[in-house]
């Protein structure tokens, strides 16, 4: 019997479930999307990490280099590759795809973690109010979040309904999900990024592609540790969900979405913030 449409050809093993898959994560260098990306390397995934610079992983010392990250993380049964580009850069985006589909193969899974909130000139927007802003800075916050998320999906997601299969995690925050009177920059390019993976799913569905948000709450990344005042109520980790999340936890829910357990899950957003944010939407 064929496989059905939009699951792989050969039924993976336990211990690697996405084995002969091919994994990009944008933003992987460090942070949330190093921790995804390590998490679907140890799943089997071939993997292809990327971030905009060969140097970008030792602004918060989590690695002197891009390819020292991609050692790091050849513990699985996979290949990892190192790609760099600008994902608001259409022909950057062209070339990261074809480099990893020329070494590694199509793509299966595109998880969008690029982003941030960081402004024009490189640091947080100031100010960053509803009626107070920085127009370079807005738009430097909305590209590199909403606009390089739809170029990376414009560029891999045609090859994944032509195959009819493939699947899509785009990552989102909280911050897209409520009004606030700080970081609307930030907010307000989330909170498309959110819609645009429902206009995506829409888009893909008769494909079989399956496209899904994580909107994760603050998690302790080296970058967050070095950039936020800390409640040091919320740093402790255990049976209590008051506190900060670990970036490990936030990978688990995108690798649950990427894997064959969530087959039939399009379309939705899975906020990670351990129930500190109660709201219907």
Do not use: W
């Amino acid at each position: 019997m064929p496989p059905a449409v939009g699951e792989p050809d050969a039924i993976p093993s336990c211990e690697h479930p996405l084995a002969g898959r091919v994994a990009l994560v944008t933003g992987s260098g460090r942070g949330l999307g190093r921790a995804i990306a390590s998490h679907l390397a140890r799943l089997g995934a071939d993997l292809a990490i990327h971030d905009l610079s060969e140097t970008a992983p030792a602004d918060y010392g989590e690695a002197a280099t891009l390819r020292e990250t991609a050692q790091r993380l050849q513990g699985g049964t996979g290949v990892v590759l190192a790609v760099t580009g600008d994902i608001t850069d259409e022909l950057a985006i062209q070339h990261i795809v074809e480099t990893v589909q020329s070494t590694l193969g199509p793509v299966s899974i595109l998880v969008n973690c690029a982003g941030g909130d960081i402004g024009a000139r490189g640091t947080k927007p100031d100010p960053n109010r509803a009626t107070a802003f920085q127009l370079d800075d807005a738009r430097a916050v909305i590209e590199r979040n909403l606009i390089g998320t739809m170029l990376m999906c414009r560029a891999v997601a045609p090859g994944m309904s032509e195959r009819q299969r493939g699947v899509i995690v785009n990552i989102a925050s909280v911050a897209a999900h409520y009004g606030s009177s700080s970081e609307v920059a930030y907010a307000c390019a989330k909170a498309g990024v959110v819609h645009y993976t429902r206009c995506l799913a829409a888009e893909v569905r008769e494909a079989g592609v399956r496209v899904n948000c994580v909107s994760p709450g603050p998690a302790k990344t080296a970058r967050f540790l070095a950039t936020r005042r800390l409640d040091s109520s919320m740093m402790q980790e255990g049976p209590s969900l008051q506190r900060y999340a670990t970036a490990a936890e936030v990978a688990a829910a995108v690798a649950f979405l990427v894997g064959d357990e969530a087959r039939f899950i399009s379309g939705q957003v899975l906020r990670v913030d351990g129930a500190a944010g109660l709201y219907a939407a």
